[in-house]
């Protein structure tokens, strides 16, 4: 439906959709809408043969292209659904993390919205839970020395971001709730962030009972419809308070005083997807915007955020007592090469975790045994070619699982049959190799078989609501050894723990990613912190191929500054964040060889460039180097400034993209590599 163009101001918007386009769309605007539209409503727009929702961004005197097609109406009749201040901040993360706007807003807005609707009635809405009221504690000196500086920021309306370093059972969670008191006695509002896993309905107390109805909670566990009238009451006004997962930094809060992040080195803080922010920056750039305070708390700072508050840009605060002085677990170190040079066998436990279980078994105890990796073996191997059985569509080795009998792929979920002979050799020496949660069960009911024996894996896991059952059994103490990976390591508190055993410590250490010893210290920490949360002291006994490596034996000092002073000098070393950012360019298809082509041509065209301002790794094929049968190549560039980075890389990628059969992804601030 083209319209001849008309020349008299703000005749066209300016809109973003929710595609992958970078540039935004003009649409001319028809008499009969021209009192509605405005900047933040969205709109119906035609789009190819399409209908699309557009969110109006700005208007323009002269539209880039011919043939401009009219707006079909507008969907909000009132207040536009994004304010000023989202479309600052969306426009952000499109502009830093490589996405369209139009992406950056769908990310921003509960589903219903996105869809084009204005209302979303939940058949059964959430009944209004009774909660006991809960008064402030007391601060210990610590806490009440943090309170005071970032009280000061809300109360000046300052943007400063406060780095709270505190191990688990510290008192944060109490700092951040008196601070947030603070905000809602100057008429301000909250965001509370907490990863996703530790979102539990005990989690979500705490803040109720302390402040009530002016709460609002935002994760997936709620439907579409429910979460829509959670982030109704935010931008109503009804409700000051956010807490929710990574999207809850969106909340559509007014006069907002504080963004607390929770677990701020968490990695779920990052979305997978475009657009890929990492919230916890997305908070930091909020903050800019509206001059609310940051509180980021964790046990285990990321190193980009420590090495900012060494660096005196934020602000760091101390907690370094437990409430109560309740005593720090003390933590051993099995040396599991020396113990495989003792056993004639290769064994899941040794002597002294073997030990340790039997007594606290004796004493009526709980145990906790934790281990990285699902499944009873990790591979399985021909004694006689060497030959490990993979996925068909992946390049990863299967994993046996011991109740199935079946073979299954971690990463696309084919299974198949383990085979009776070699598939290449045809000799019937096949050996199951490695140790998953399963075989650890296994292990341990055979070991100790007067023992109520629980696994929690995402296998165990996976009907709903299973994982609460189990969790609420171990408390009951139905169960007396809890066998799981990290999902047993987060935010439960279960007093009668007092040995956490950790069967493998390396799993995370032998990724090739420079985040390995951080994800290792981190893991390691956390699960020490499961111990000896009541009255008795707790015991951790870590077993590890290299027991000499510093991310080890630092955490088993409980010792994180430490740990940070070996892990800043590696990455600056090798110049990894945060001394630099990475761009990740990620090349996919079922092809291998245009796959391989592609990534070479695009090194080539961006190492041609002059005066680039980057460093550039690759391109290789990815450590998992193909899943469900898409080939994967990737390409790092180093800089200092990722904005740049990104100018410097557009074109290049113009010249690829659309190419068929090749789908490419730009990450800024990968998380994983
Ligand atoms: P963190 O968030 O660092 O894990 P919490 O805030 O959950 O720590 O505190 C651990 C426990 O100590 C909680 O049960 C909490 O209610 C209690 N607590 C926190 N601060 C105080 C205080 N000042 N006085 C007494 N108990 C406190
Ligand atoms: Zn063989
Ligand atoms: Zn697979």
Redesign the pocket.
């Known amino acids: 439906m083209a319209r001849p163009q008309k020349d008299n101001k703000d005749t066209f918007a300016e809109i973003a959709v929710g595609l992958p386009v970078r540039k935004p769309f003009h649409y001319s605007i028809p008499p009969a809408l021209k009192d509605k539209v405005e900047i933040g409503k969205r709109a119906w727009v035609p789009f190819g043969p399409r209908r699309l929702v557009g969110y109006i961004t700005g208007f323009v005197d002269r539209p880039e292209v011919e043939g401009i097609k009219d707006i079909i109406s507008v969907i909000d009749d009132e207040s536009p659904v994004i304010d000023a201040e989202l479309l600052a901040l969306t426009k952000w993360i499109a502009d830093y993390y490589h996405a369209s706007w139009g992406e950056a807003i769908d990310a921003a807005l509960p589903g219903p919205l996105k869809k084009g609707k204005i209302k979303a009635k939940p058949r059964h809405p959430l009944a209004e839970e009774e909660y006991e009221p809960t008064g402030n504690f007391k601060p210990t000196h610590e806490q009440d020395s943090a309170l005071k500086s970032i009280r000061e920021s809300i109360s000046k309306g300052r943007n400063d971001v406060y780095l709270l370093h505190g191990i688990t059972g510290s008192g944060k969670t109490e700092v951040y709730l008196q601070s947030i008191e603070t905000a809602l006695k100057l008429g301000k509002t909250a965001i509370v962030l907490v990863p996703e896993i530790s979102l539990t309905p005990q989690a979500i107390e705490r803040f109720k009972s302390r402040f009530g109805s002016v709460v609002a909670v935002l994760h997936s566990r709620l439907l579409e419809s429910e979460r829509f009238l959670e982030w109704k009451k935010l931008k109503e006004g009804t409700a000051k308070i956010a807490v929710g997962a990574r999207s809850a930094i969106f909340a559509p809060v007014k006069n907002l005083g504080l963004i607390v992040i929770d677990e701020e080195h968490e990695t779920s803080y990052k979305q997978d997807d475009a657009p890929r922010y990492n919230a916890r920056d997305v908070a930091i750039e909020r903050s800019r915007i509206t001059g609310a305070a940051v509180i980021l708390g964790s046990a285990t700072p990321s190193i980009e955020s420590y090495q900012k508050a060494a660096a005196g840009e934020y602000r760091l605060l101390k907690i370094a007592e437990r409430i109560e002085k309740r005593a720090l677990p003390k933590v051993d170190i099995i040396d599991m090469r020396q113990e495989r040079l003792d056993a004639k066998e290769p064994k899941i436990f040794s002597r002294a975790l073997e030990h340790a279980i039997s007594q606290v078994m004796n004493r009526r105890g709980q145990v906790m045994l934790f281990m990285n990796r699902r499944g009873f073996s990790t591979f399985i191997n021909c004694r006689k070619c060497g030959y490990v059985v993979t996925?068909r569509?992946?390049n990863?080795s299967m994993t046996y699982h011991f109740d199935t009998r079946r073979l299954n792929?971690h990463?696309?979920n084919?299974q198949a049959d383990p085979p009776e002979k070699c598939p290449k050799c045809k000799s019937g020496d096949i050996r199951y190799f490695g140790i998953g949660t399963q075989k650890i069960e296994s292990e341990a009911a055979r070991l100790f078989p007067a023992a109520r024996i629980a696994r929690m894996d995402t296998d165990a896991t996976a009907k709903r609501g299973s994982h609460g059952r189990i969790l609420s059994e171990f408390k009951k103490h139905k169960i007396d050894i809890l066998i799981g990976t990290q999902m047993i390591a987060k935010g439960h508190d279960f007093p009668r723990v007092t040995l956490v055993g950790v069967v493998s410590a390396d799993t995370a250490l032998s990724l090739p990613d420079f985040r390995a010893s951080e994800r290792t210290f981190n893991l390691l920490t956390q699960v020490a912190g499961r111990a000896g949360r009541g009255s008795e002291p707790g015991r951790v006994i870590v077993q590890t191929f290299s027991p000499n490596h510093y991310a080890i034996e630092k955490s088993i000092e409980h010792d994180y500054v430490g740990f940070f002073a070996e892990e800043i000098k590696f990455r600056k070393e090798l110049n990894y964040p945060p001394f630099t950012h990475i761009v990740e360019i990620k090349l996919r298809g079922r092809k291998e060889e245009r796959v391989i082509k592609a990534a070479h041509d695009l090194a080539a065209i961006l190492s041609e460039a002059k005066g680039k301002p980057v460093e550039m790794v690759g391109p290789a094929p990815e450590f998992i180097s193909k899943?469900?049968g898409q080939f994967r190549w990737n390409l790092l560039l180093k800089g200092e400034d990722p904005k740049a980075i990104c100018g410097f890389i557009d074109k290049a990628l113009d010249n690829l993209r659309g190419k068929s059969g090749l789908i490419i992804t730009v990450d800024v601030d990968p998380m994983g590599l």
Do not use: D, G, N, S
Request: charged content about 10%; aromatic content about 30%; some cysteine.
């Open positions: 996925c569509y992946c990863v792929c990463y696309c084919y899943i469900k």
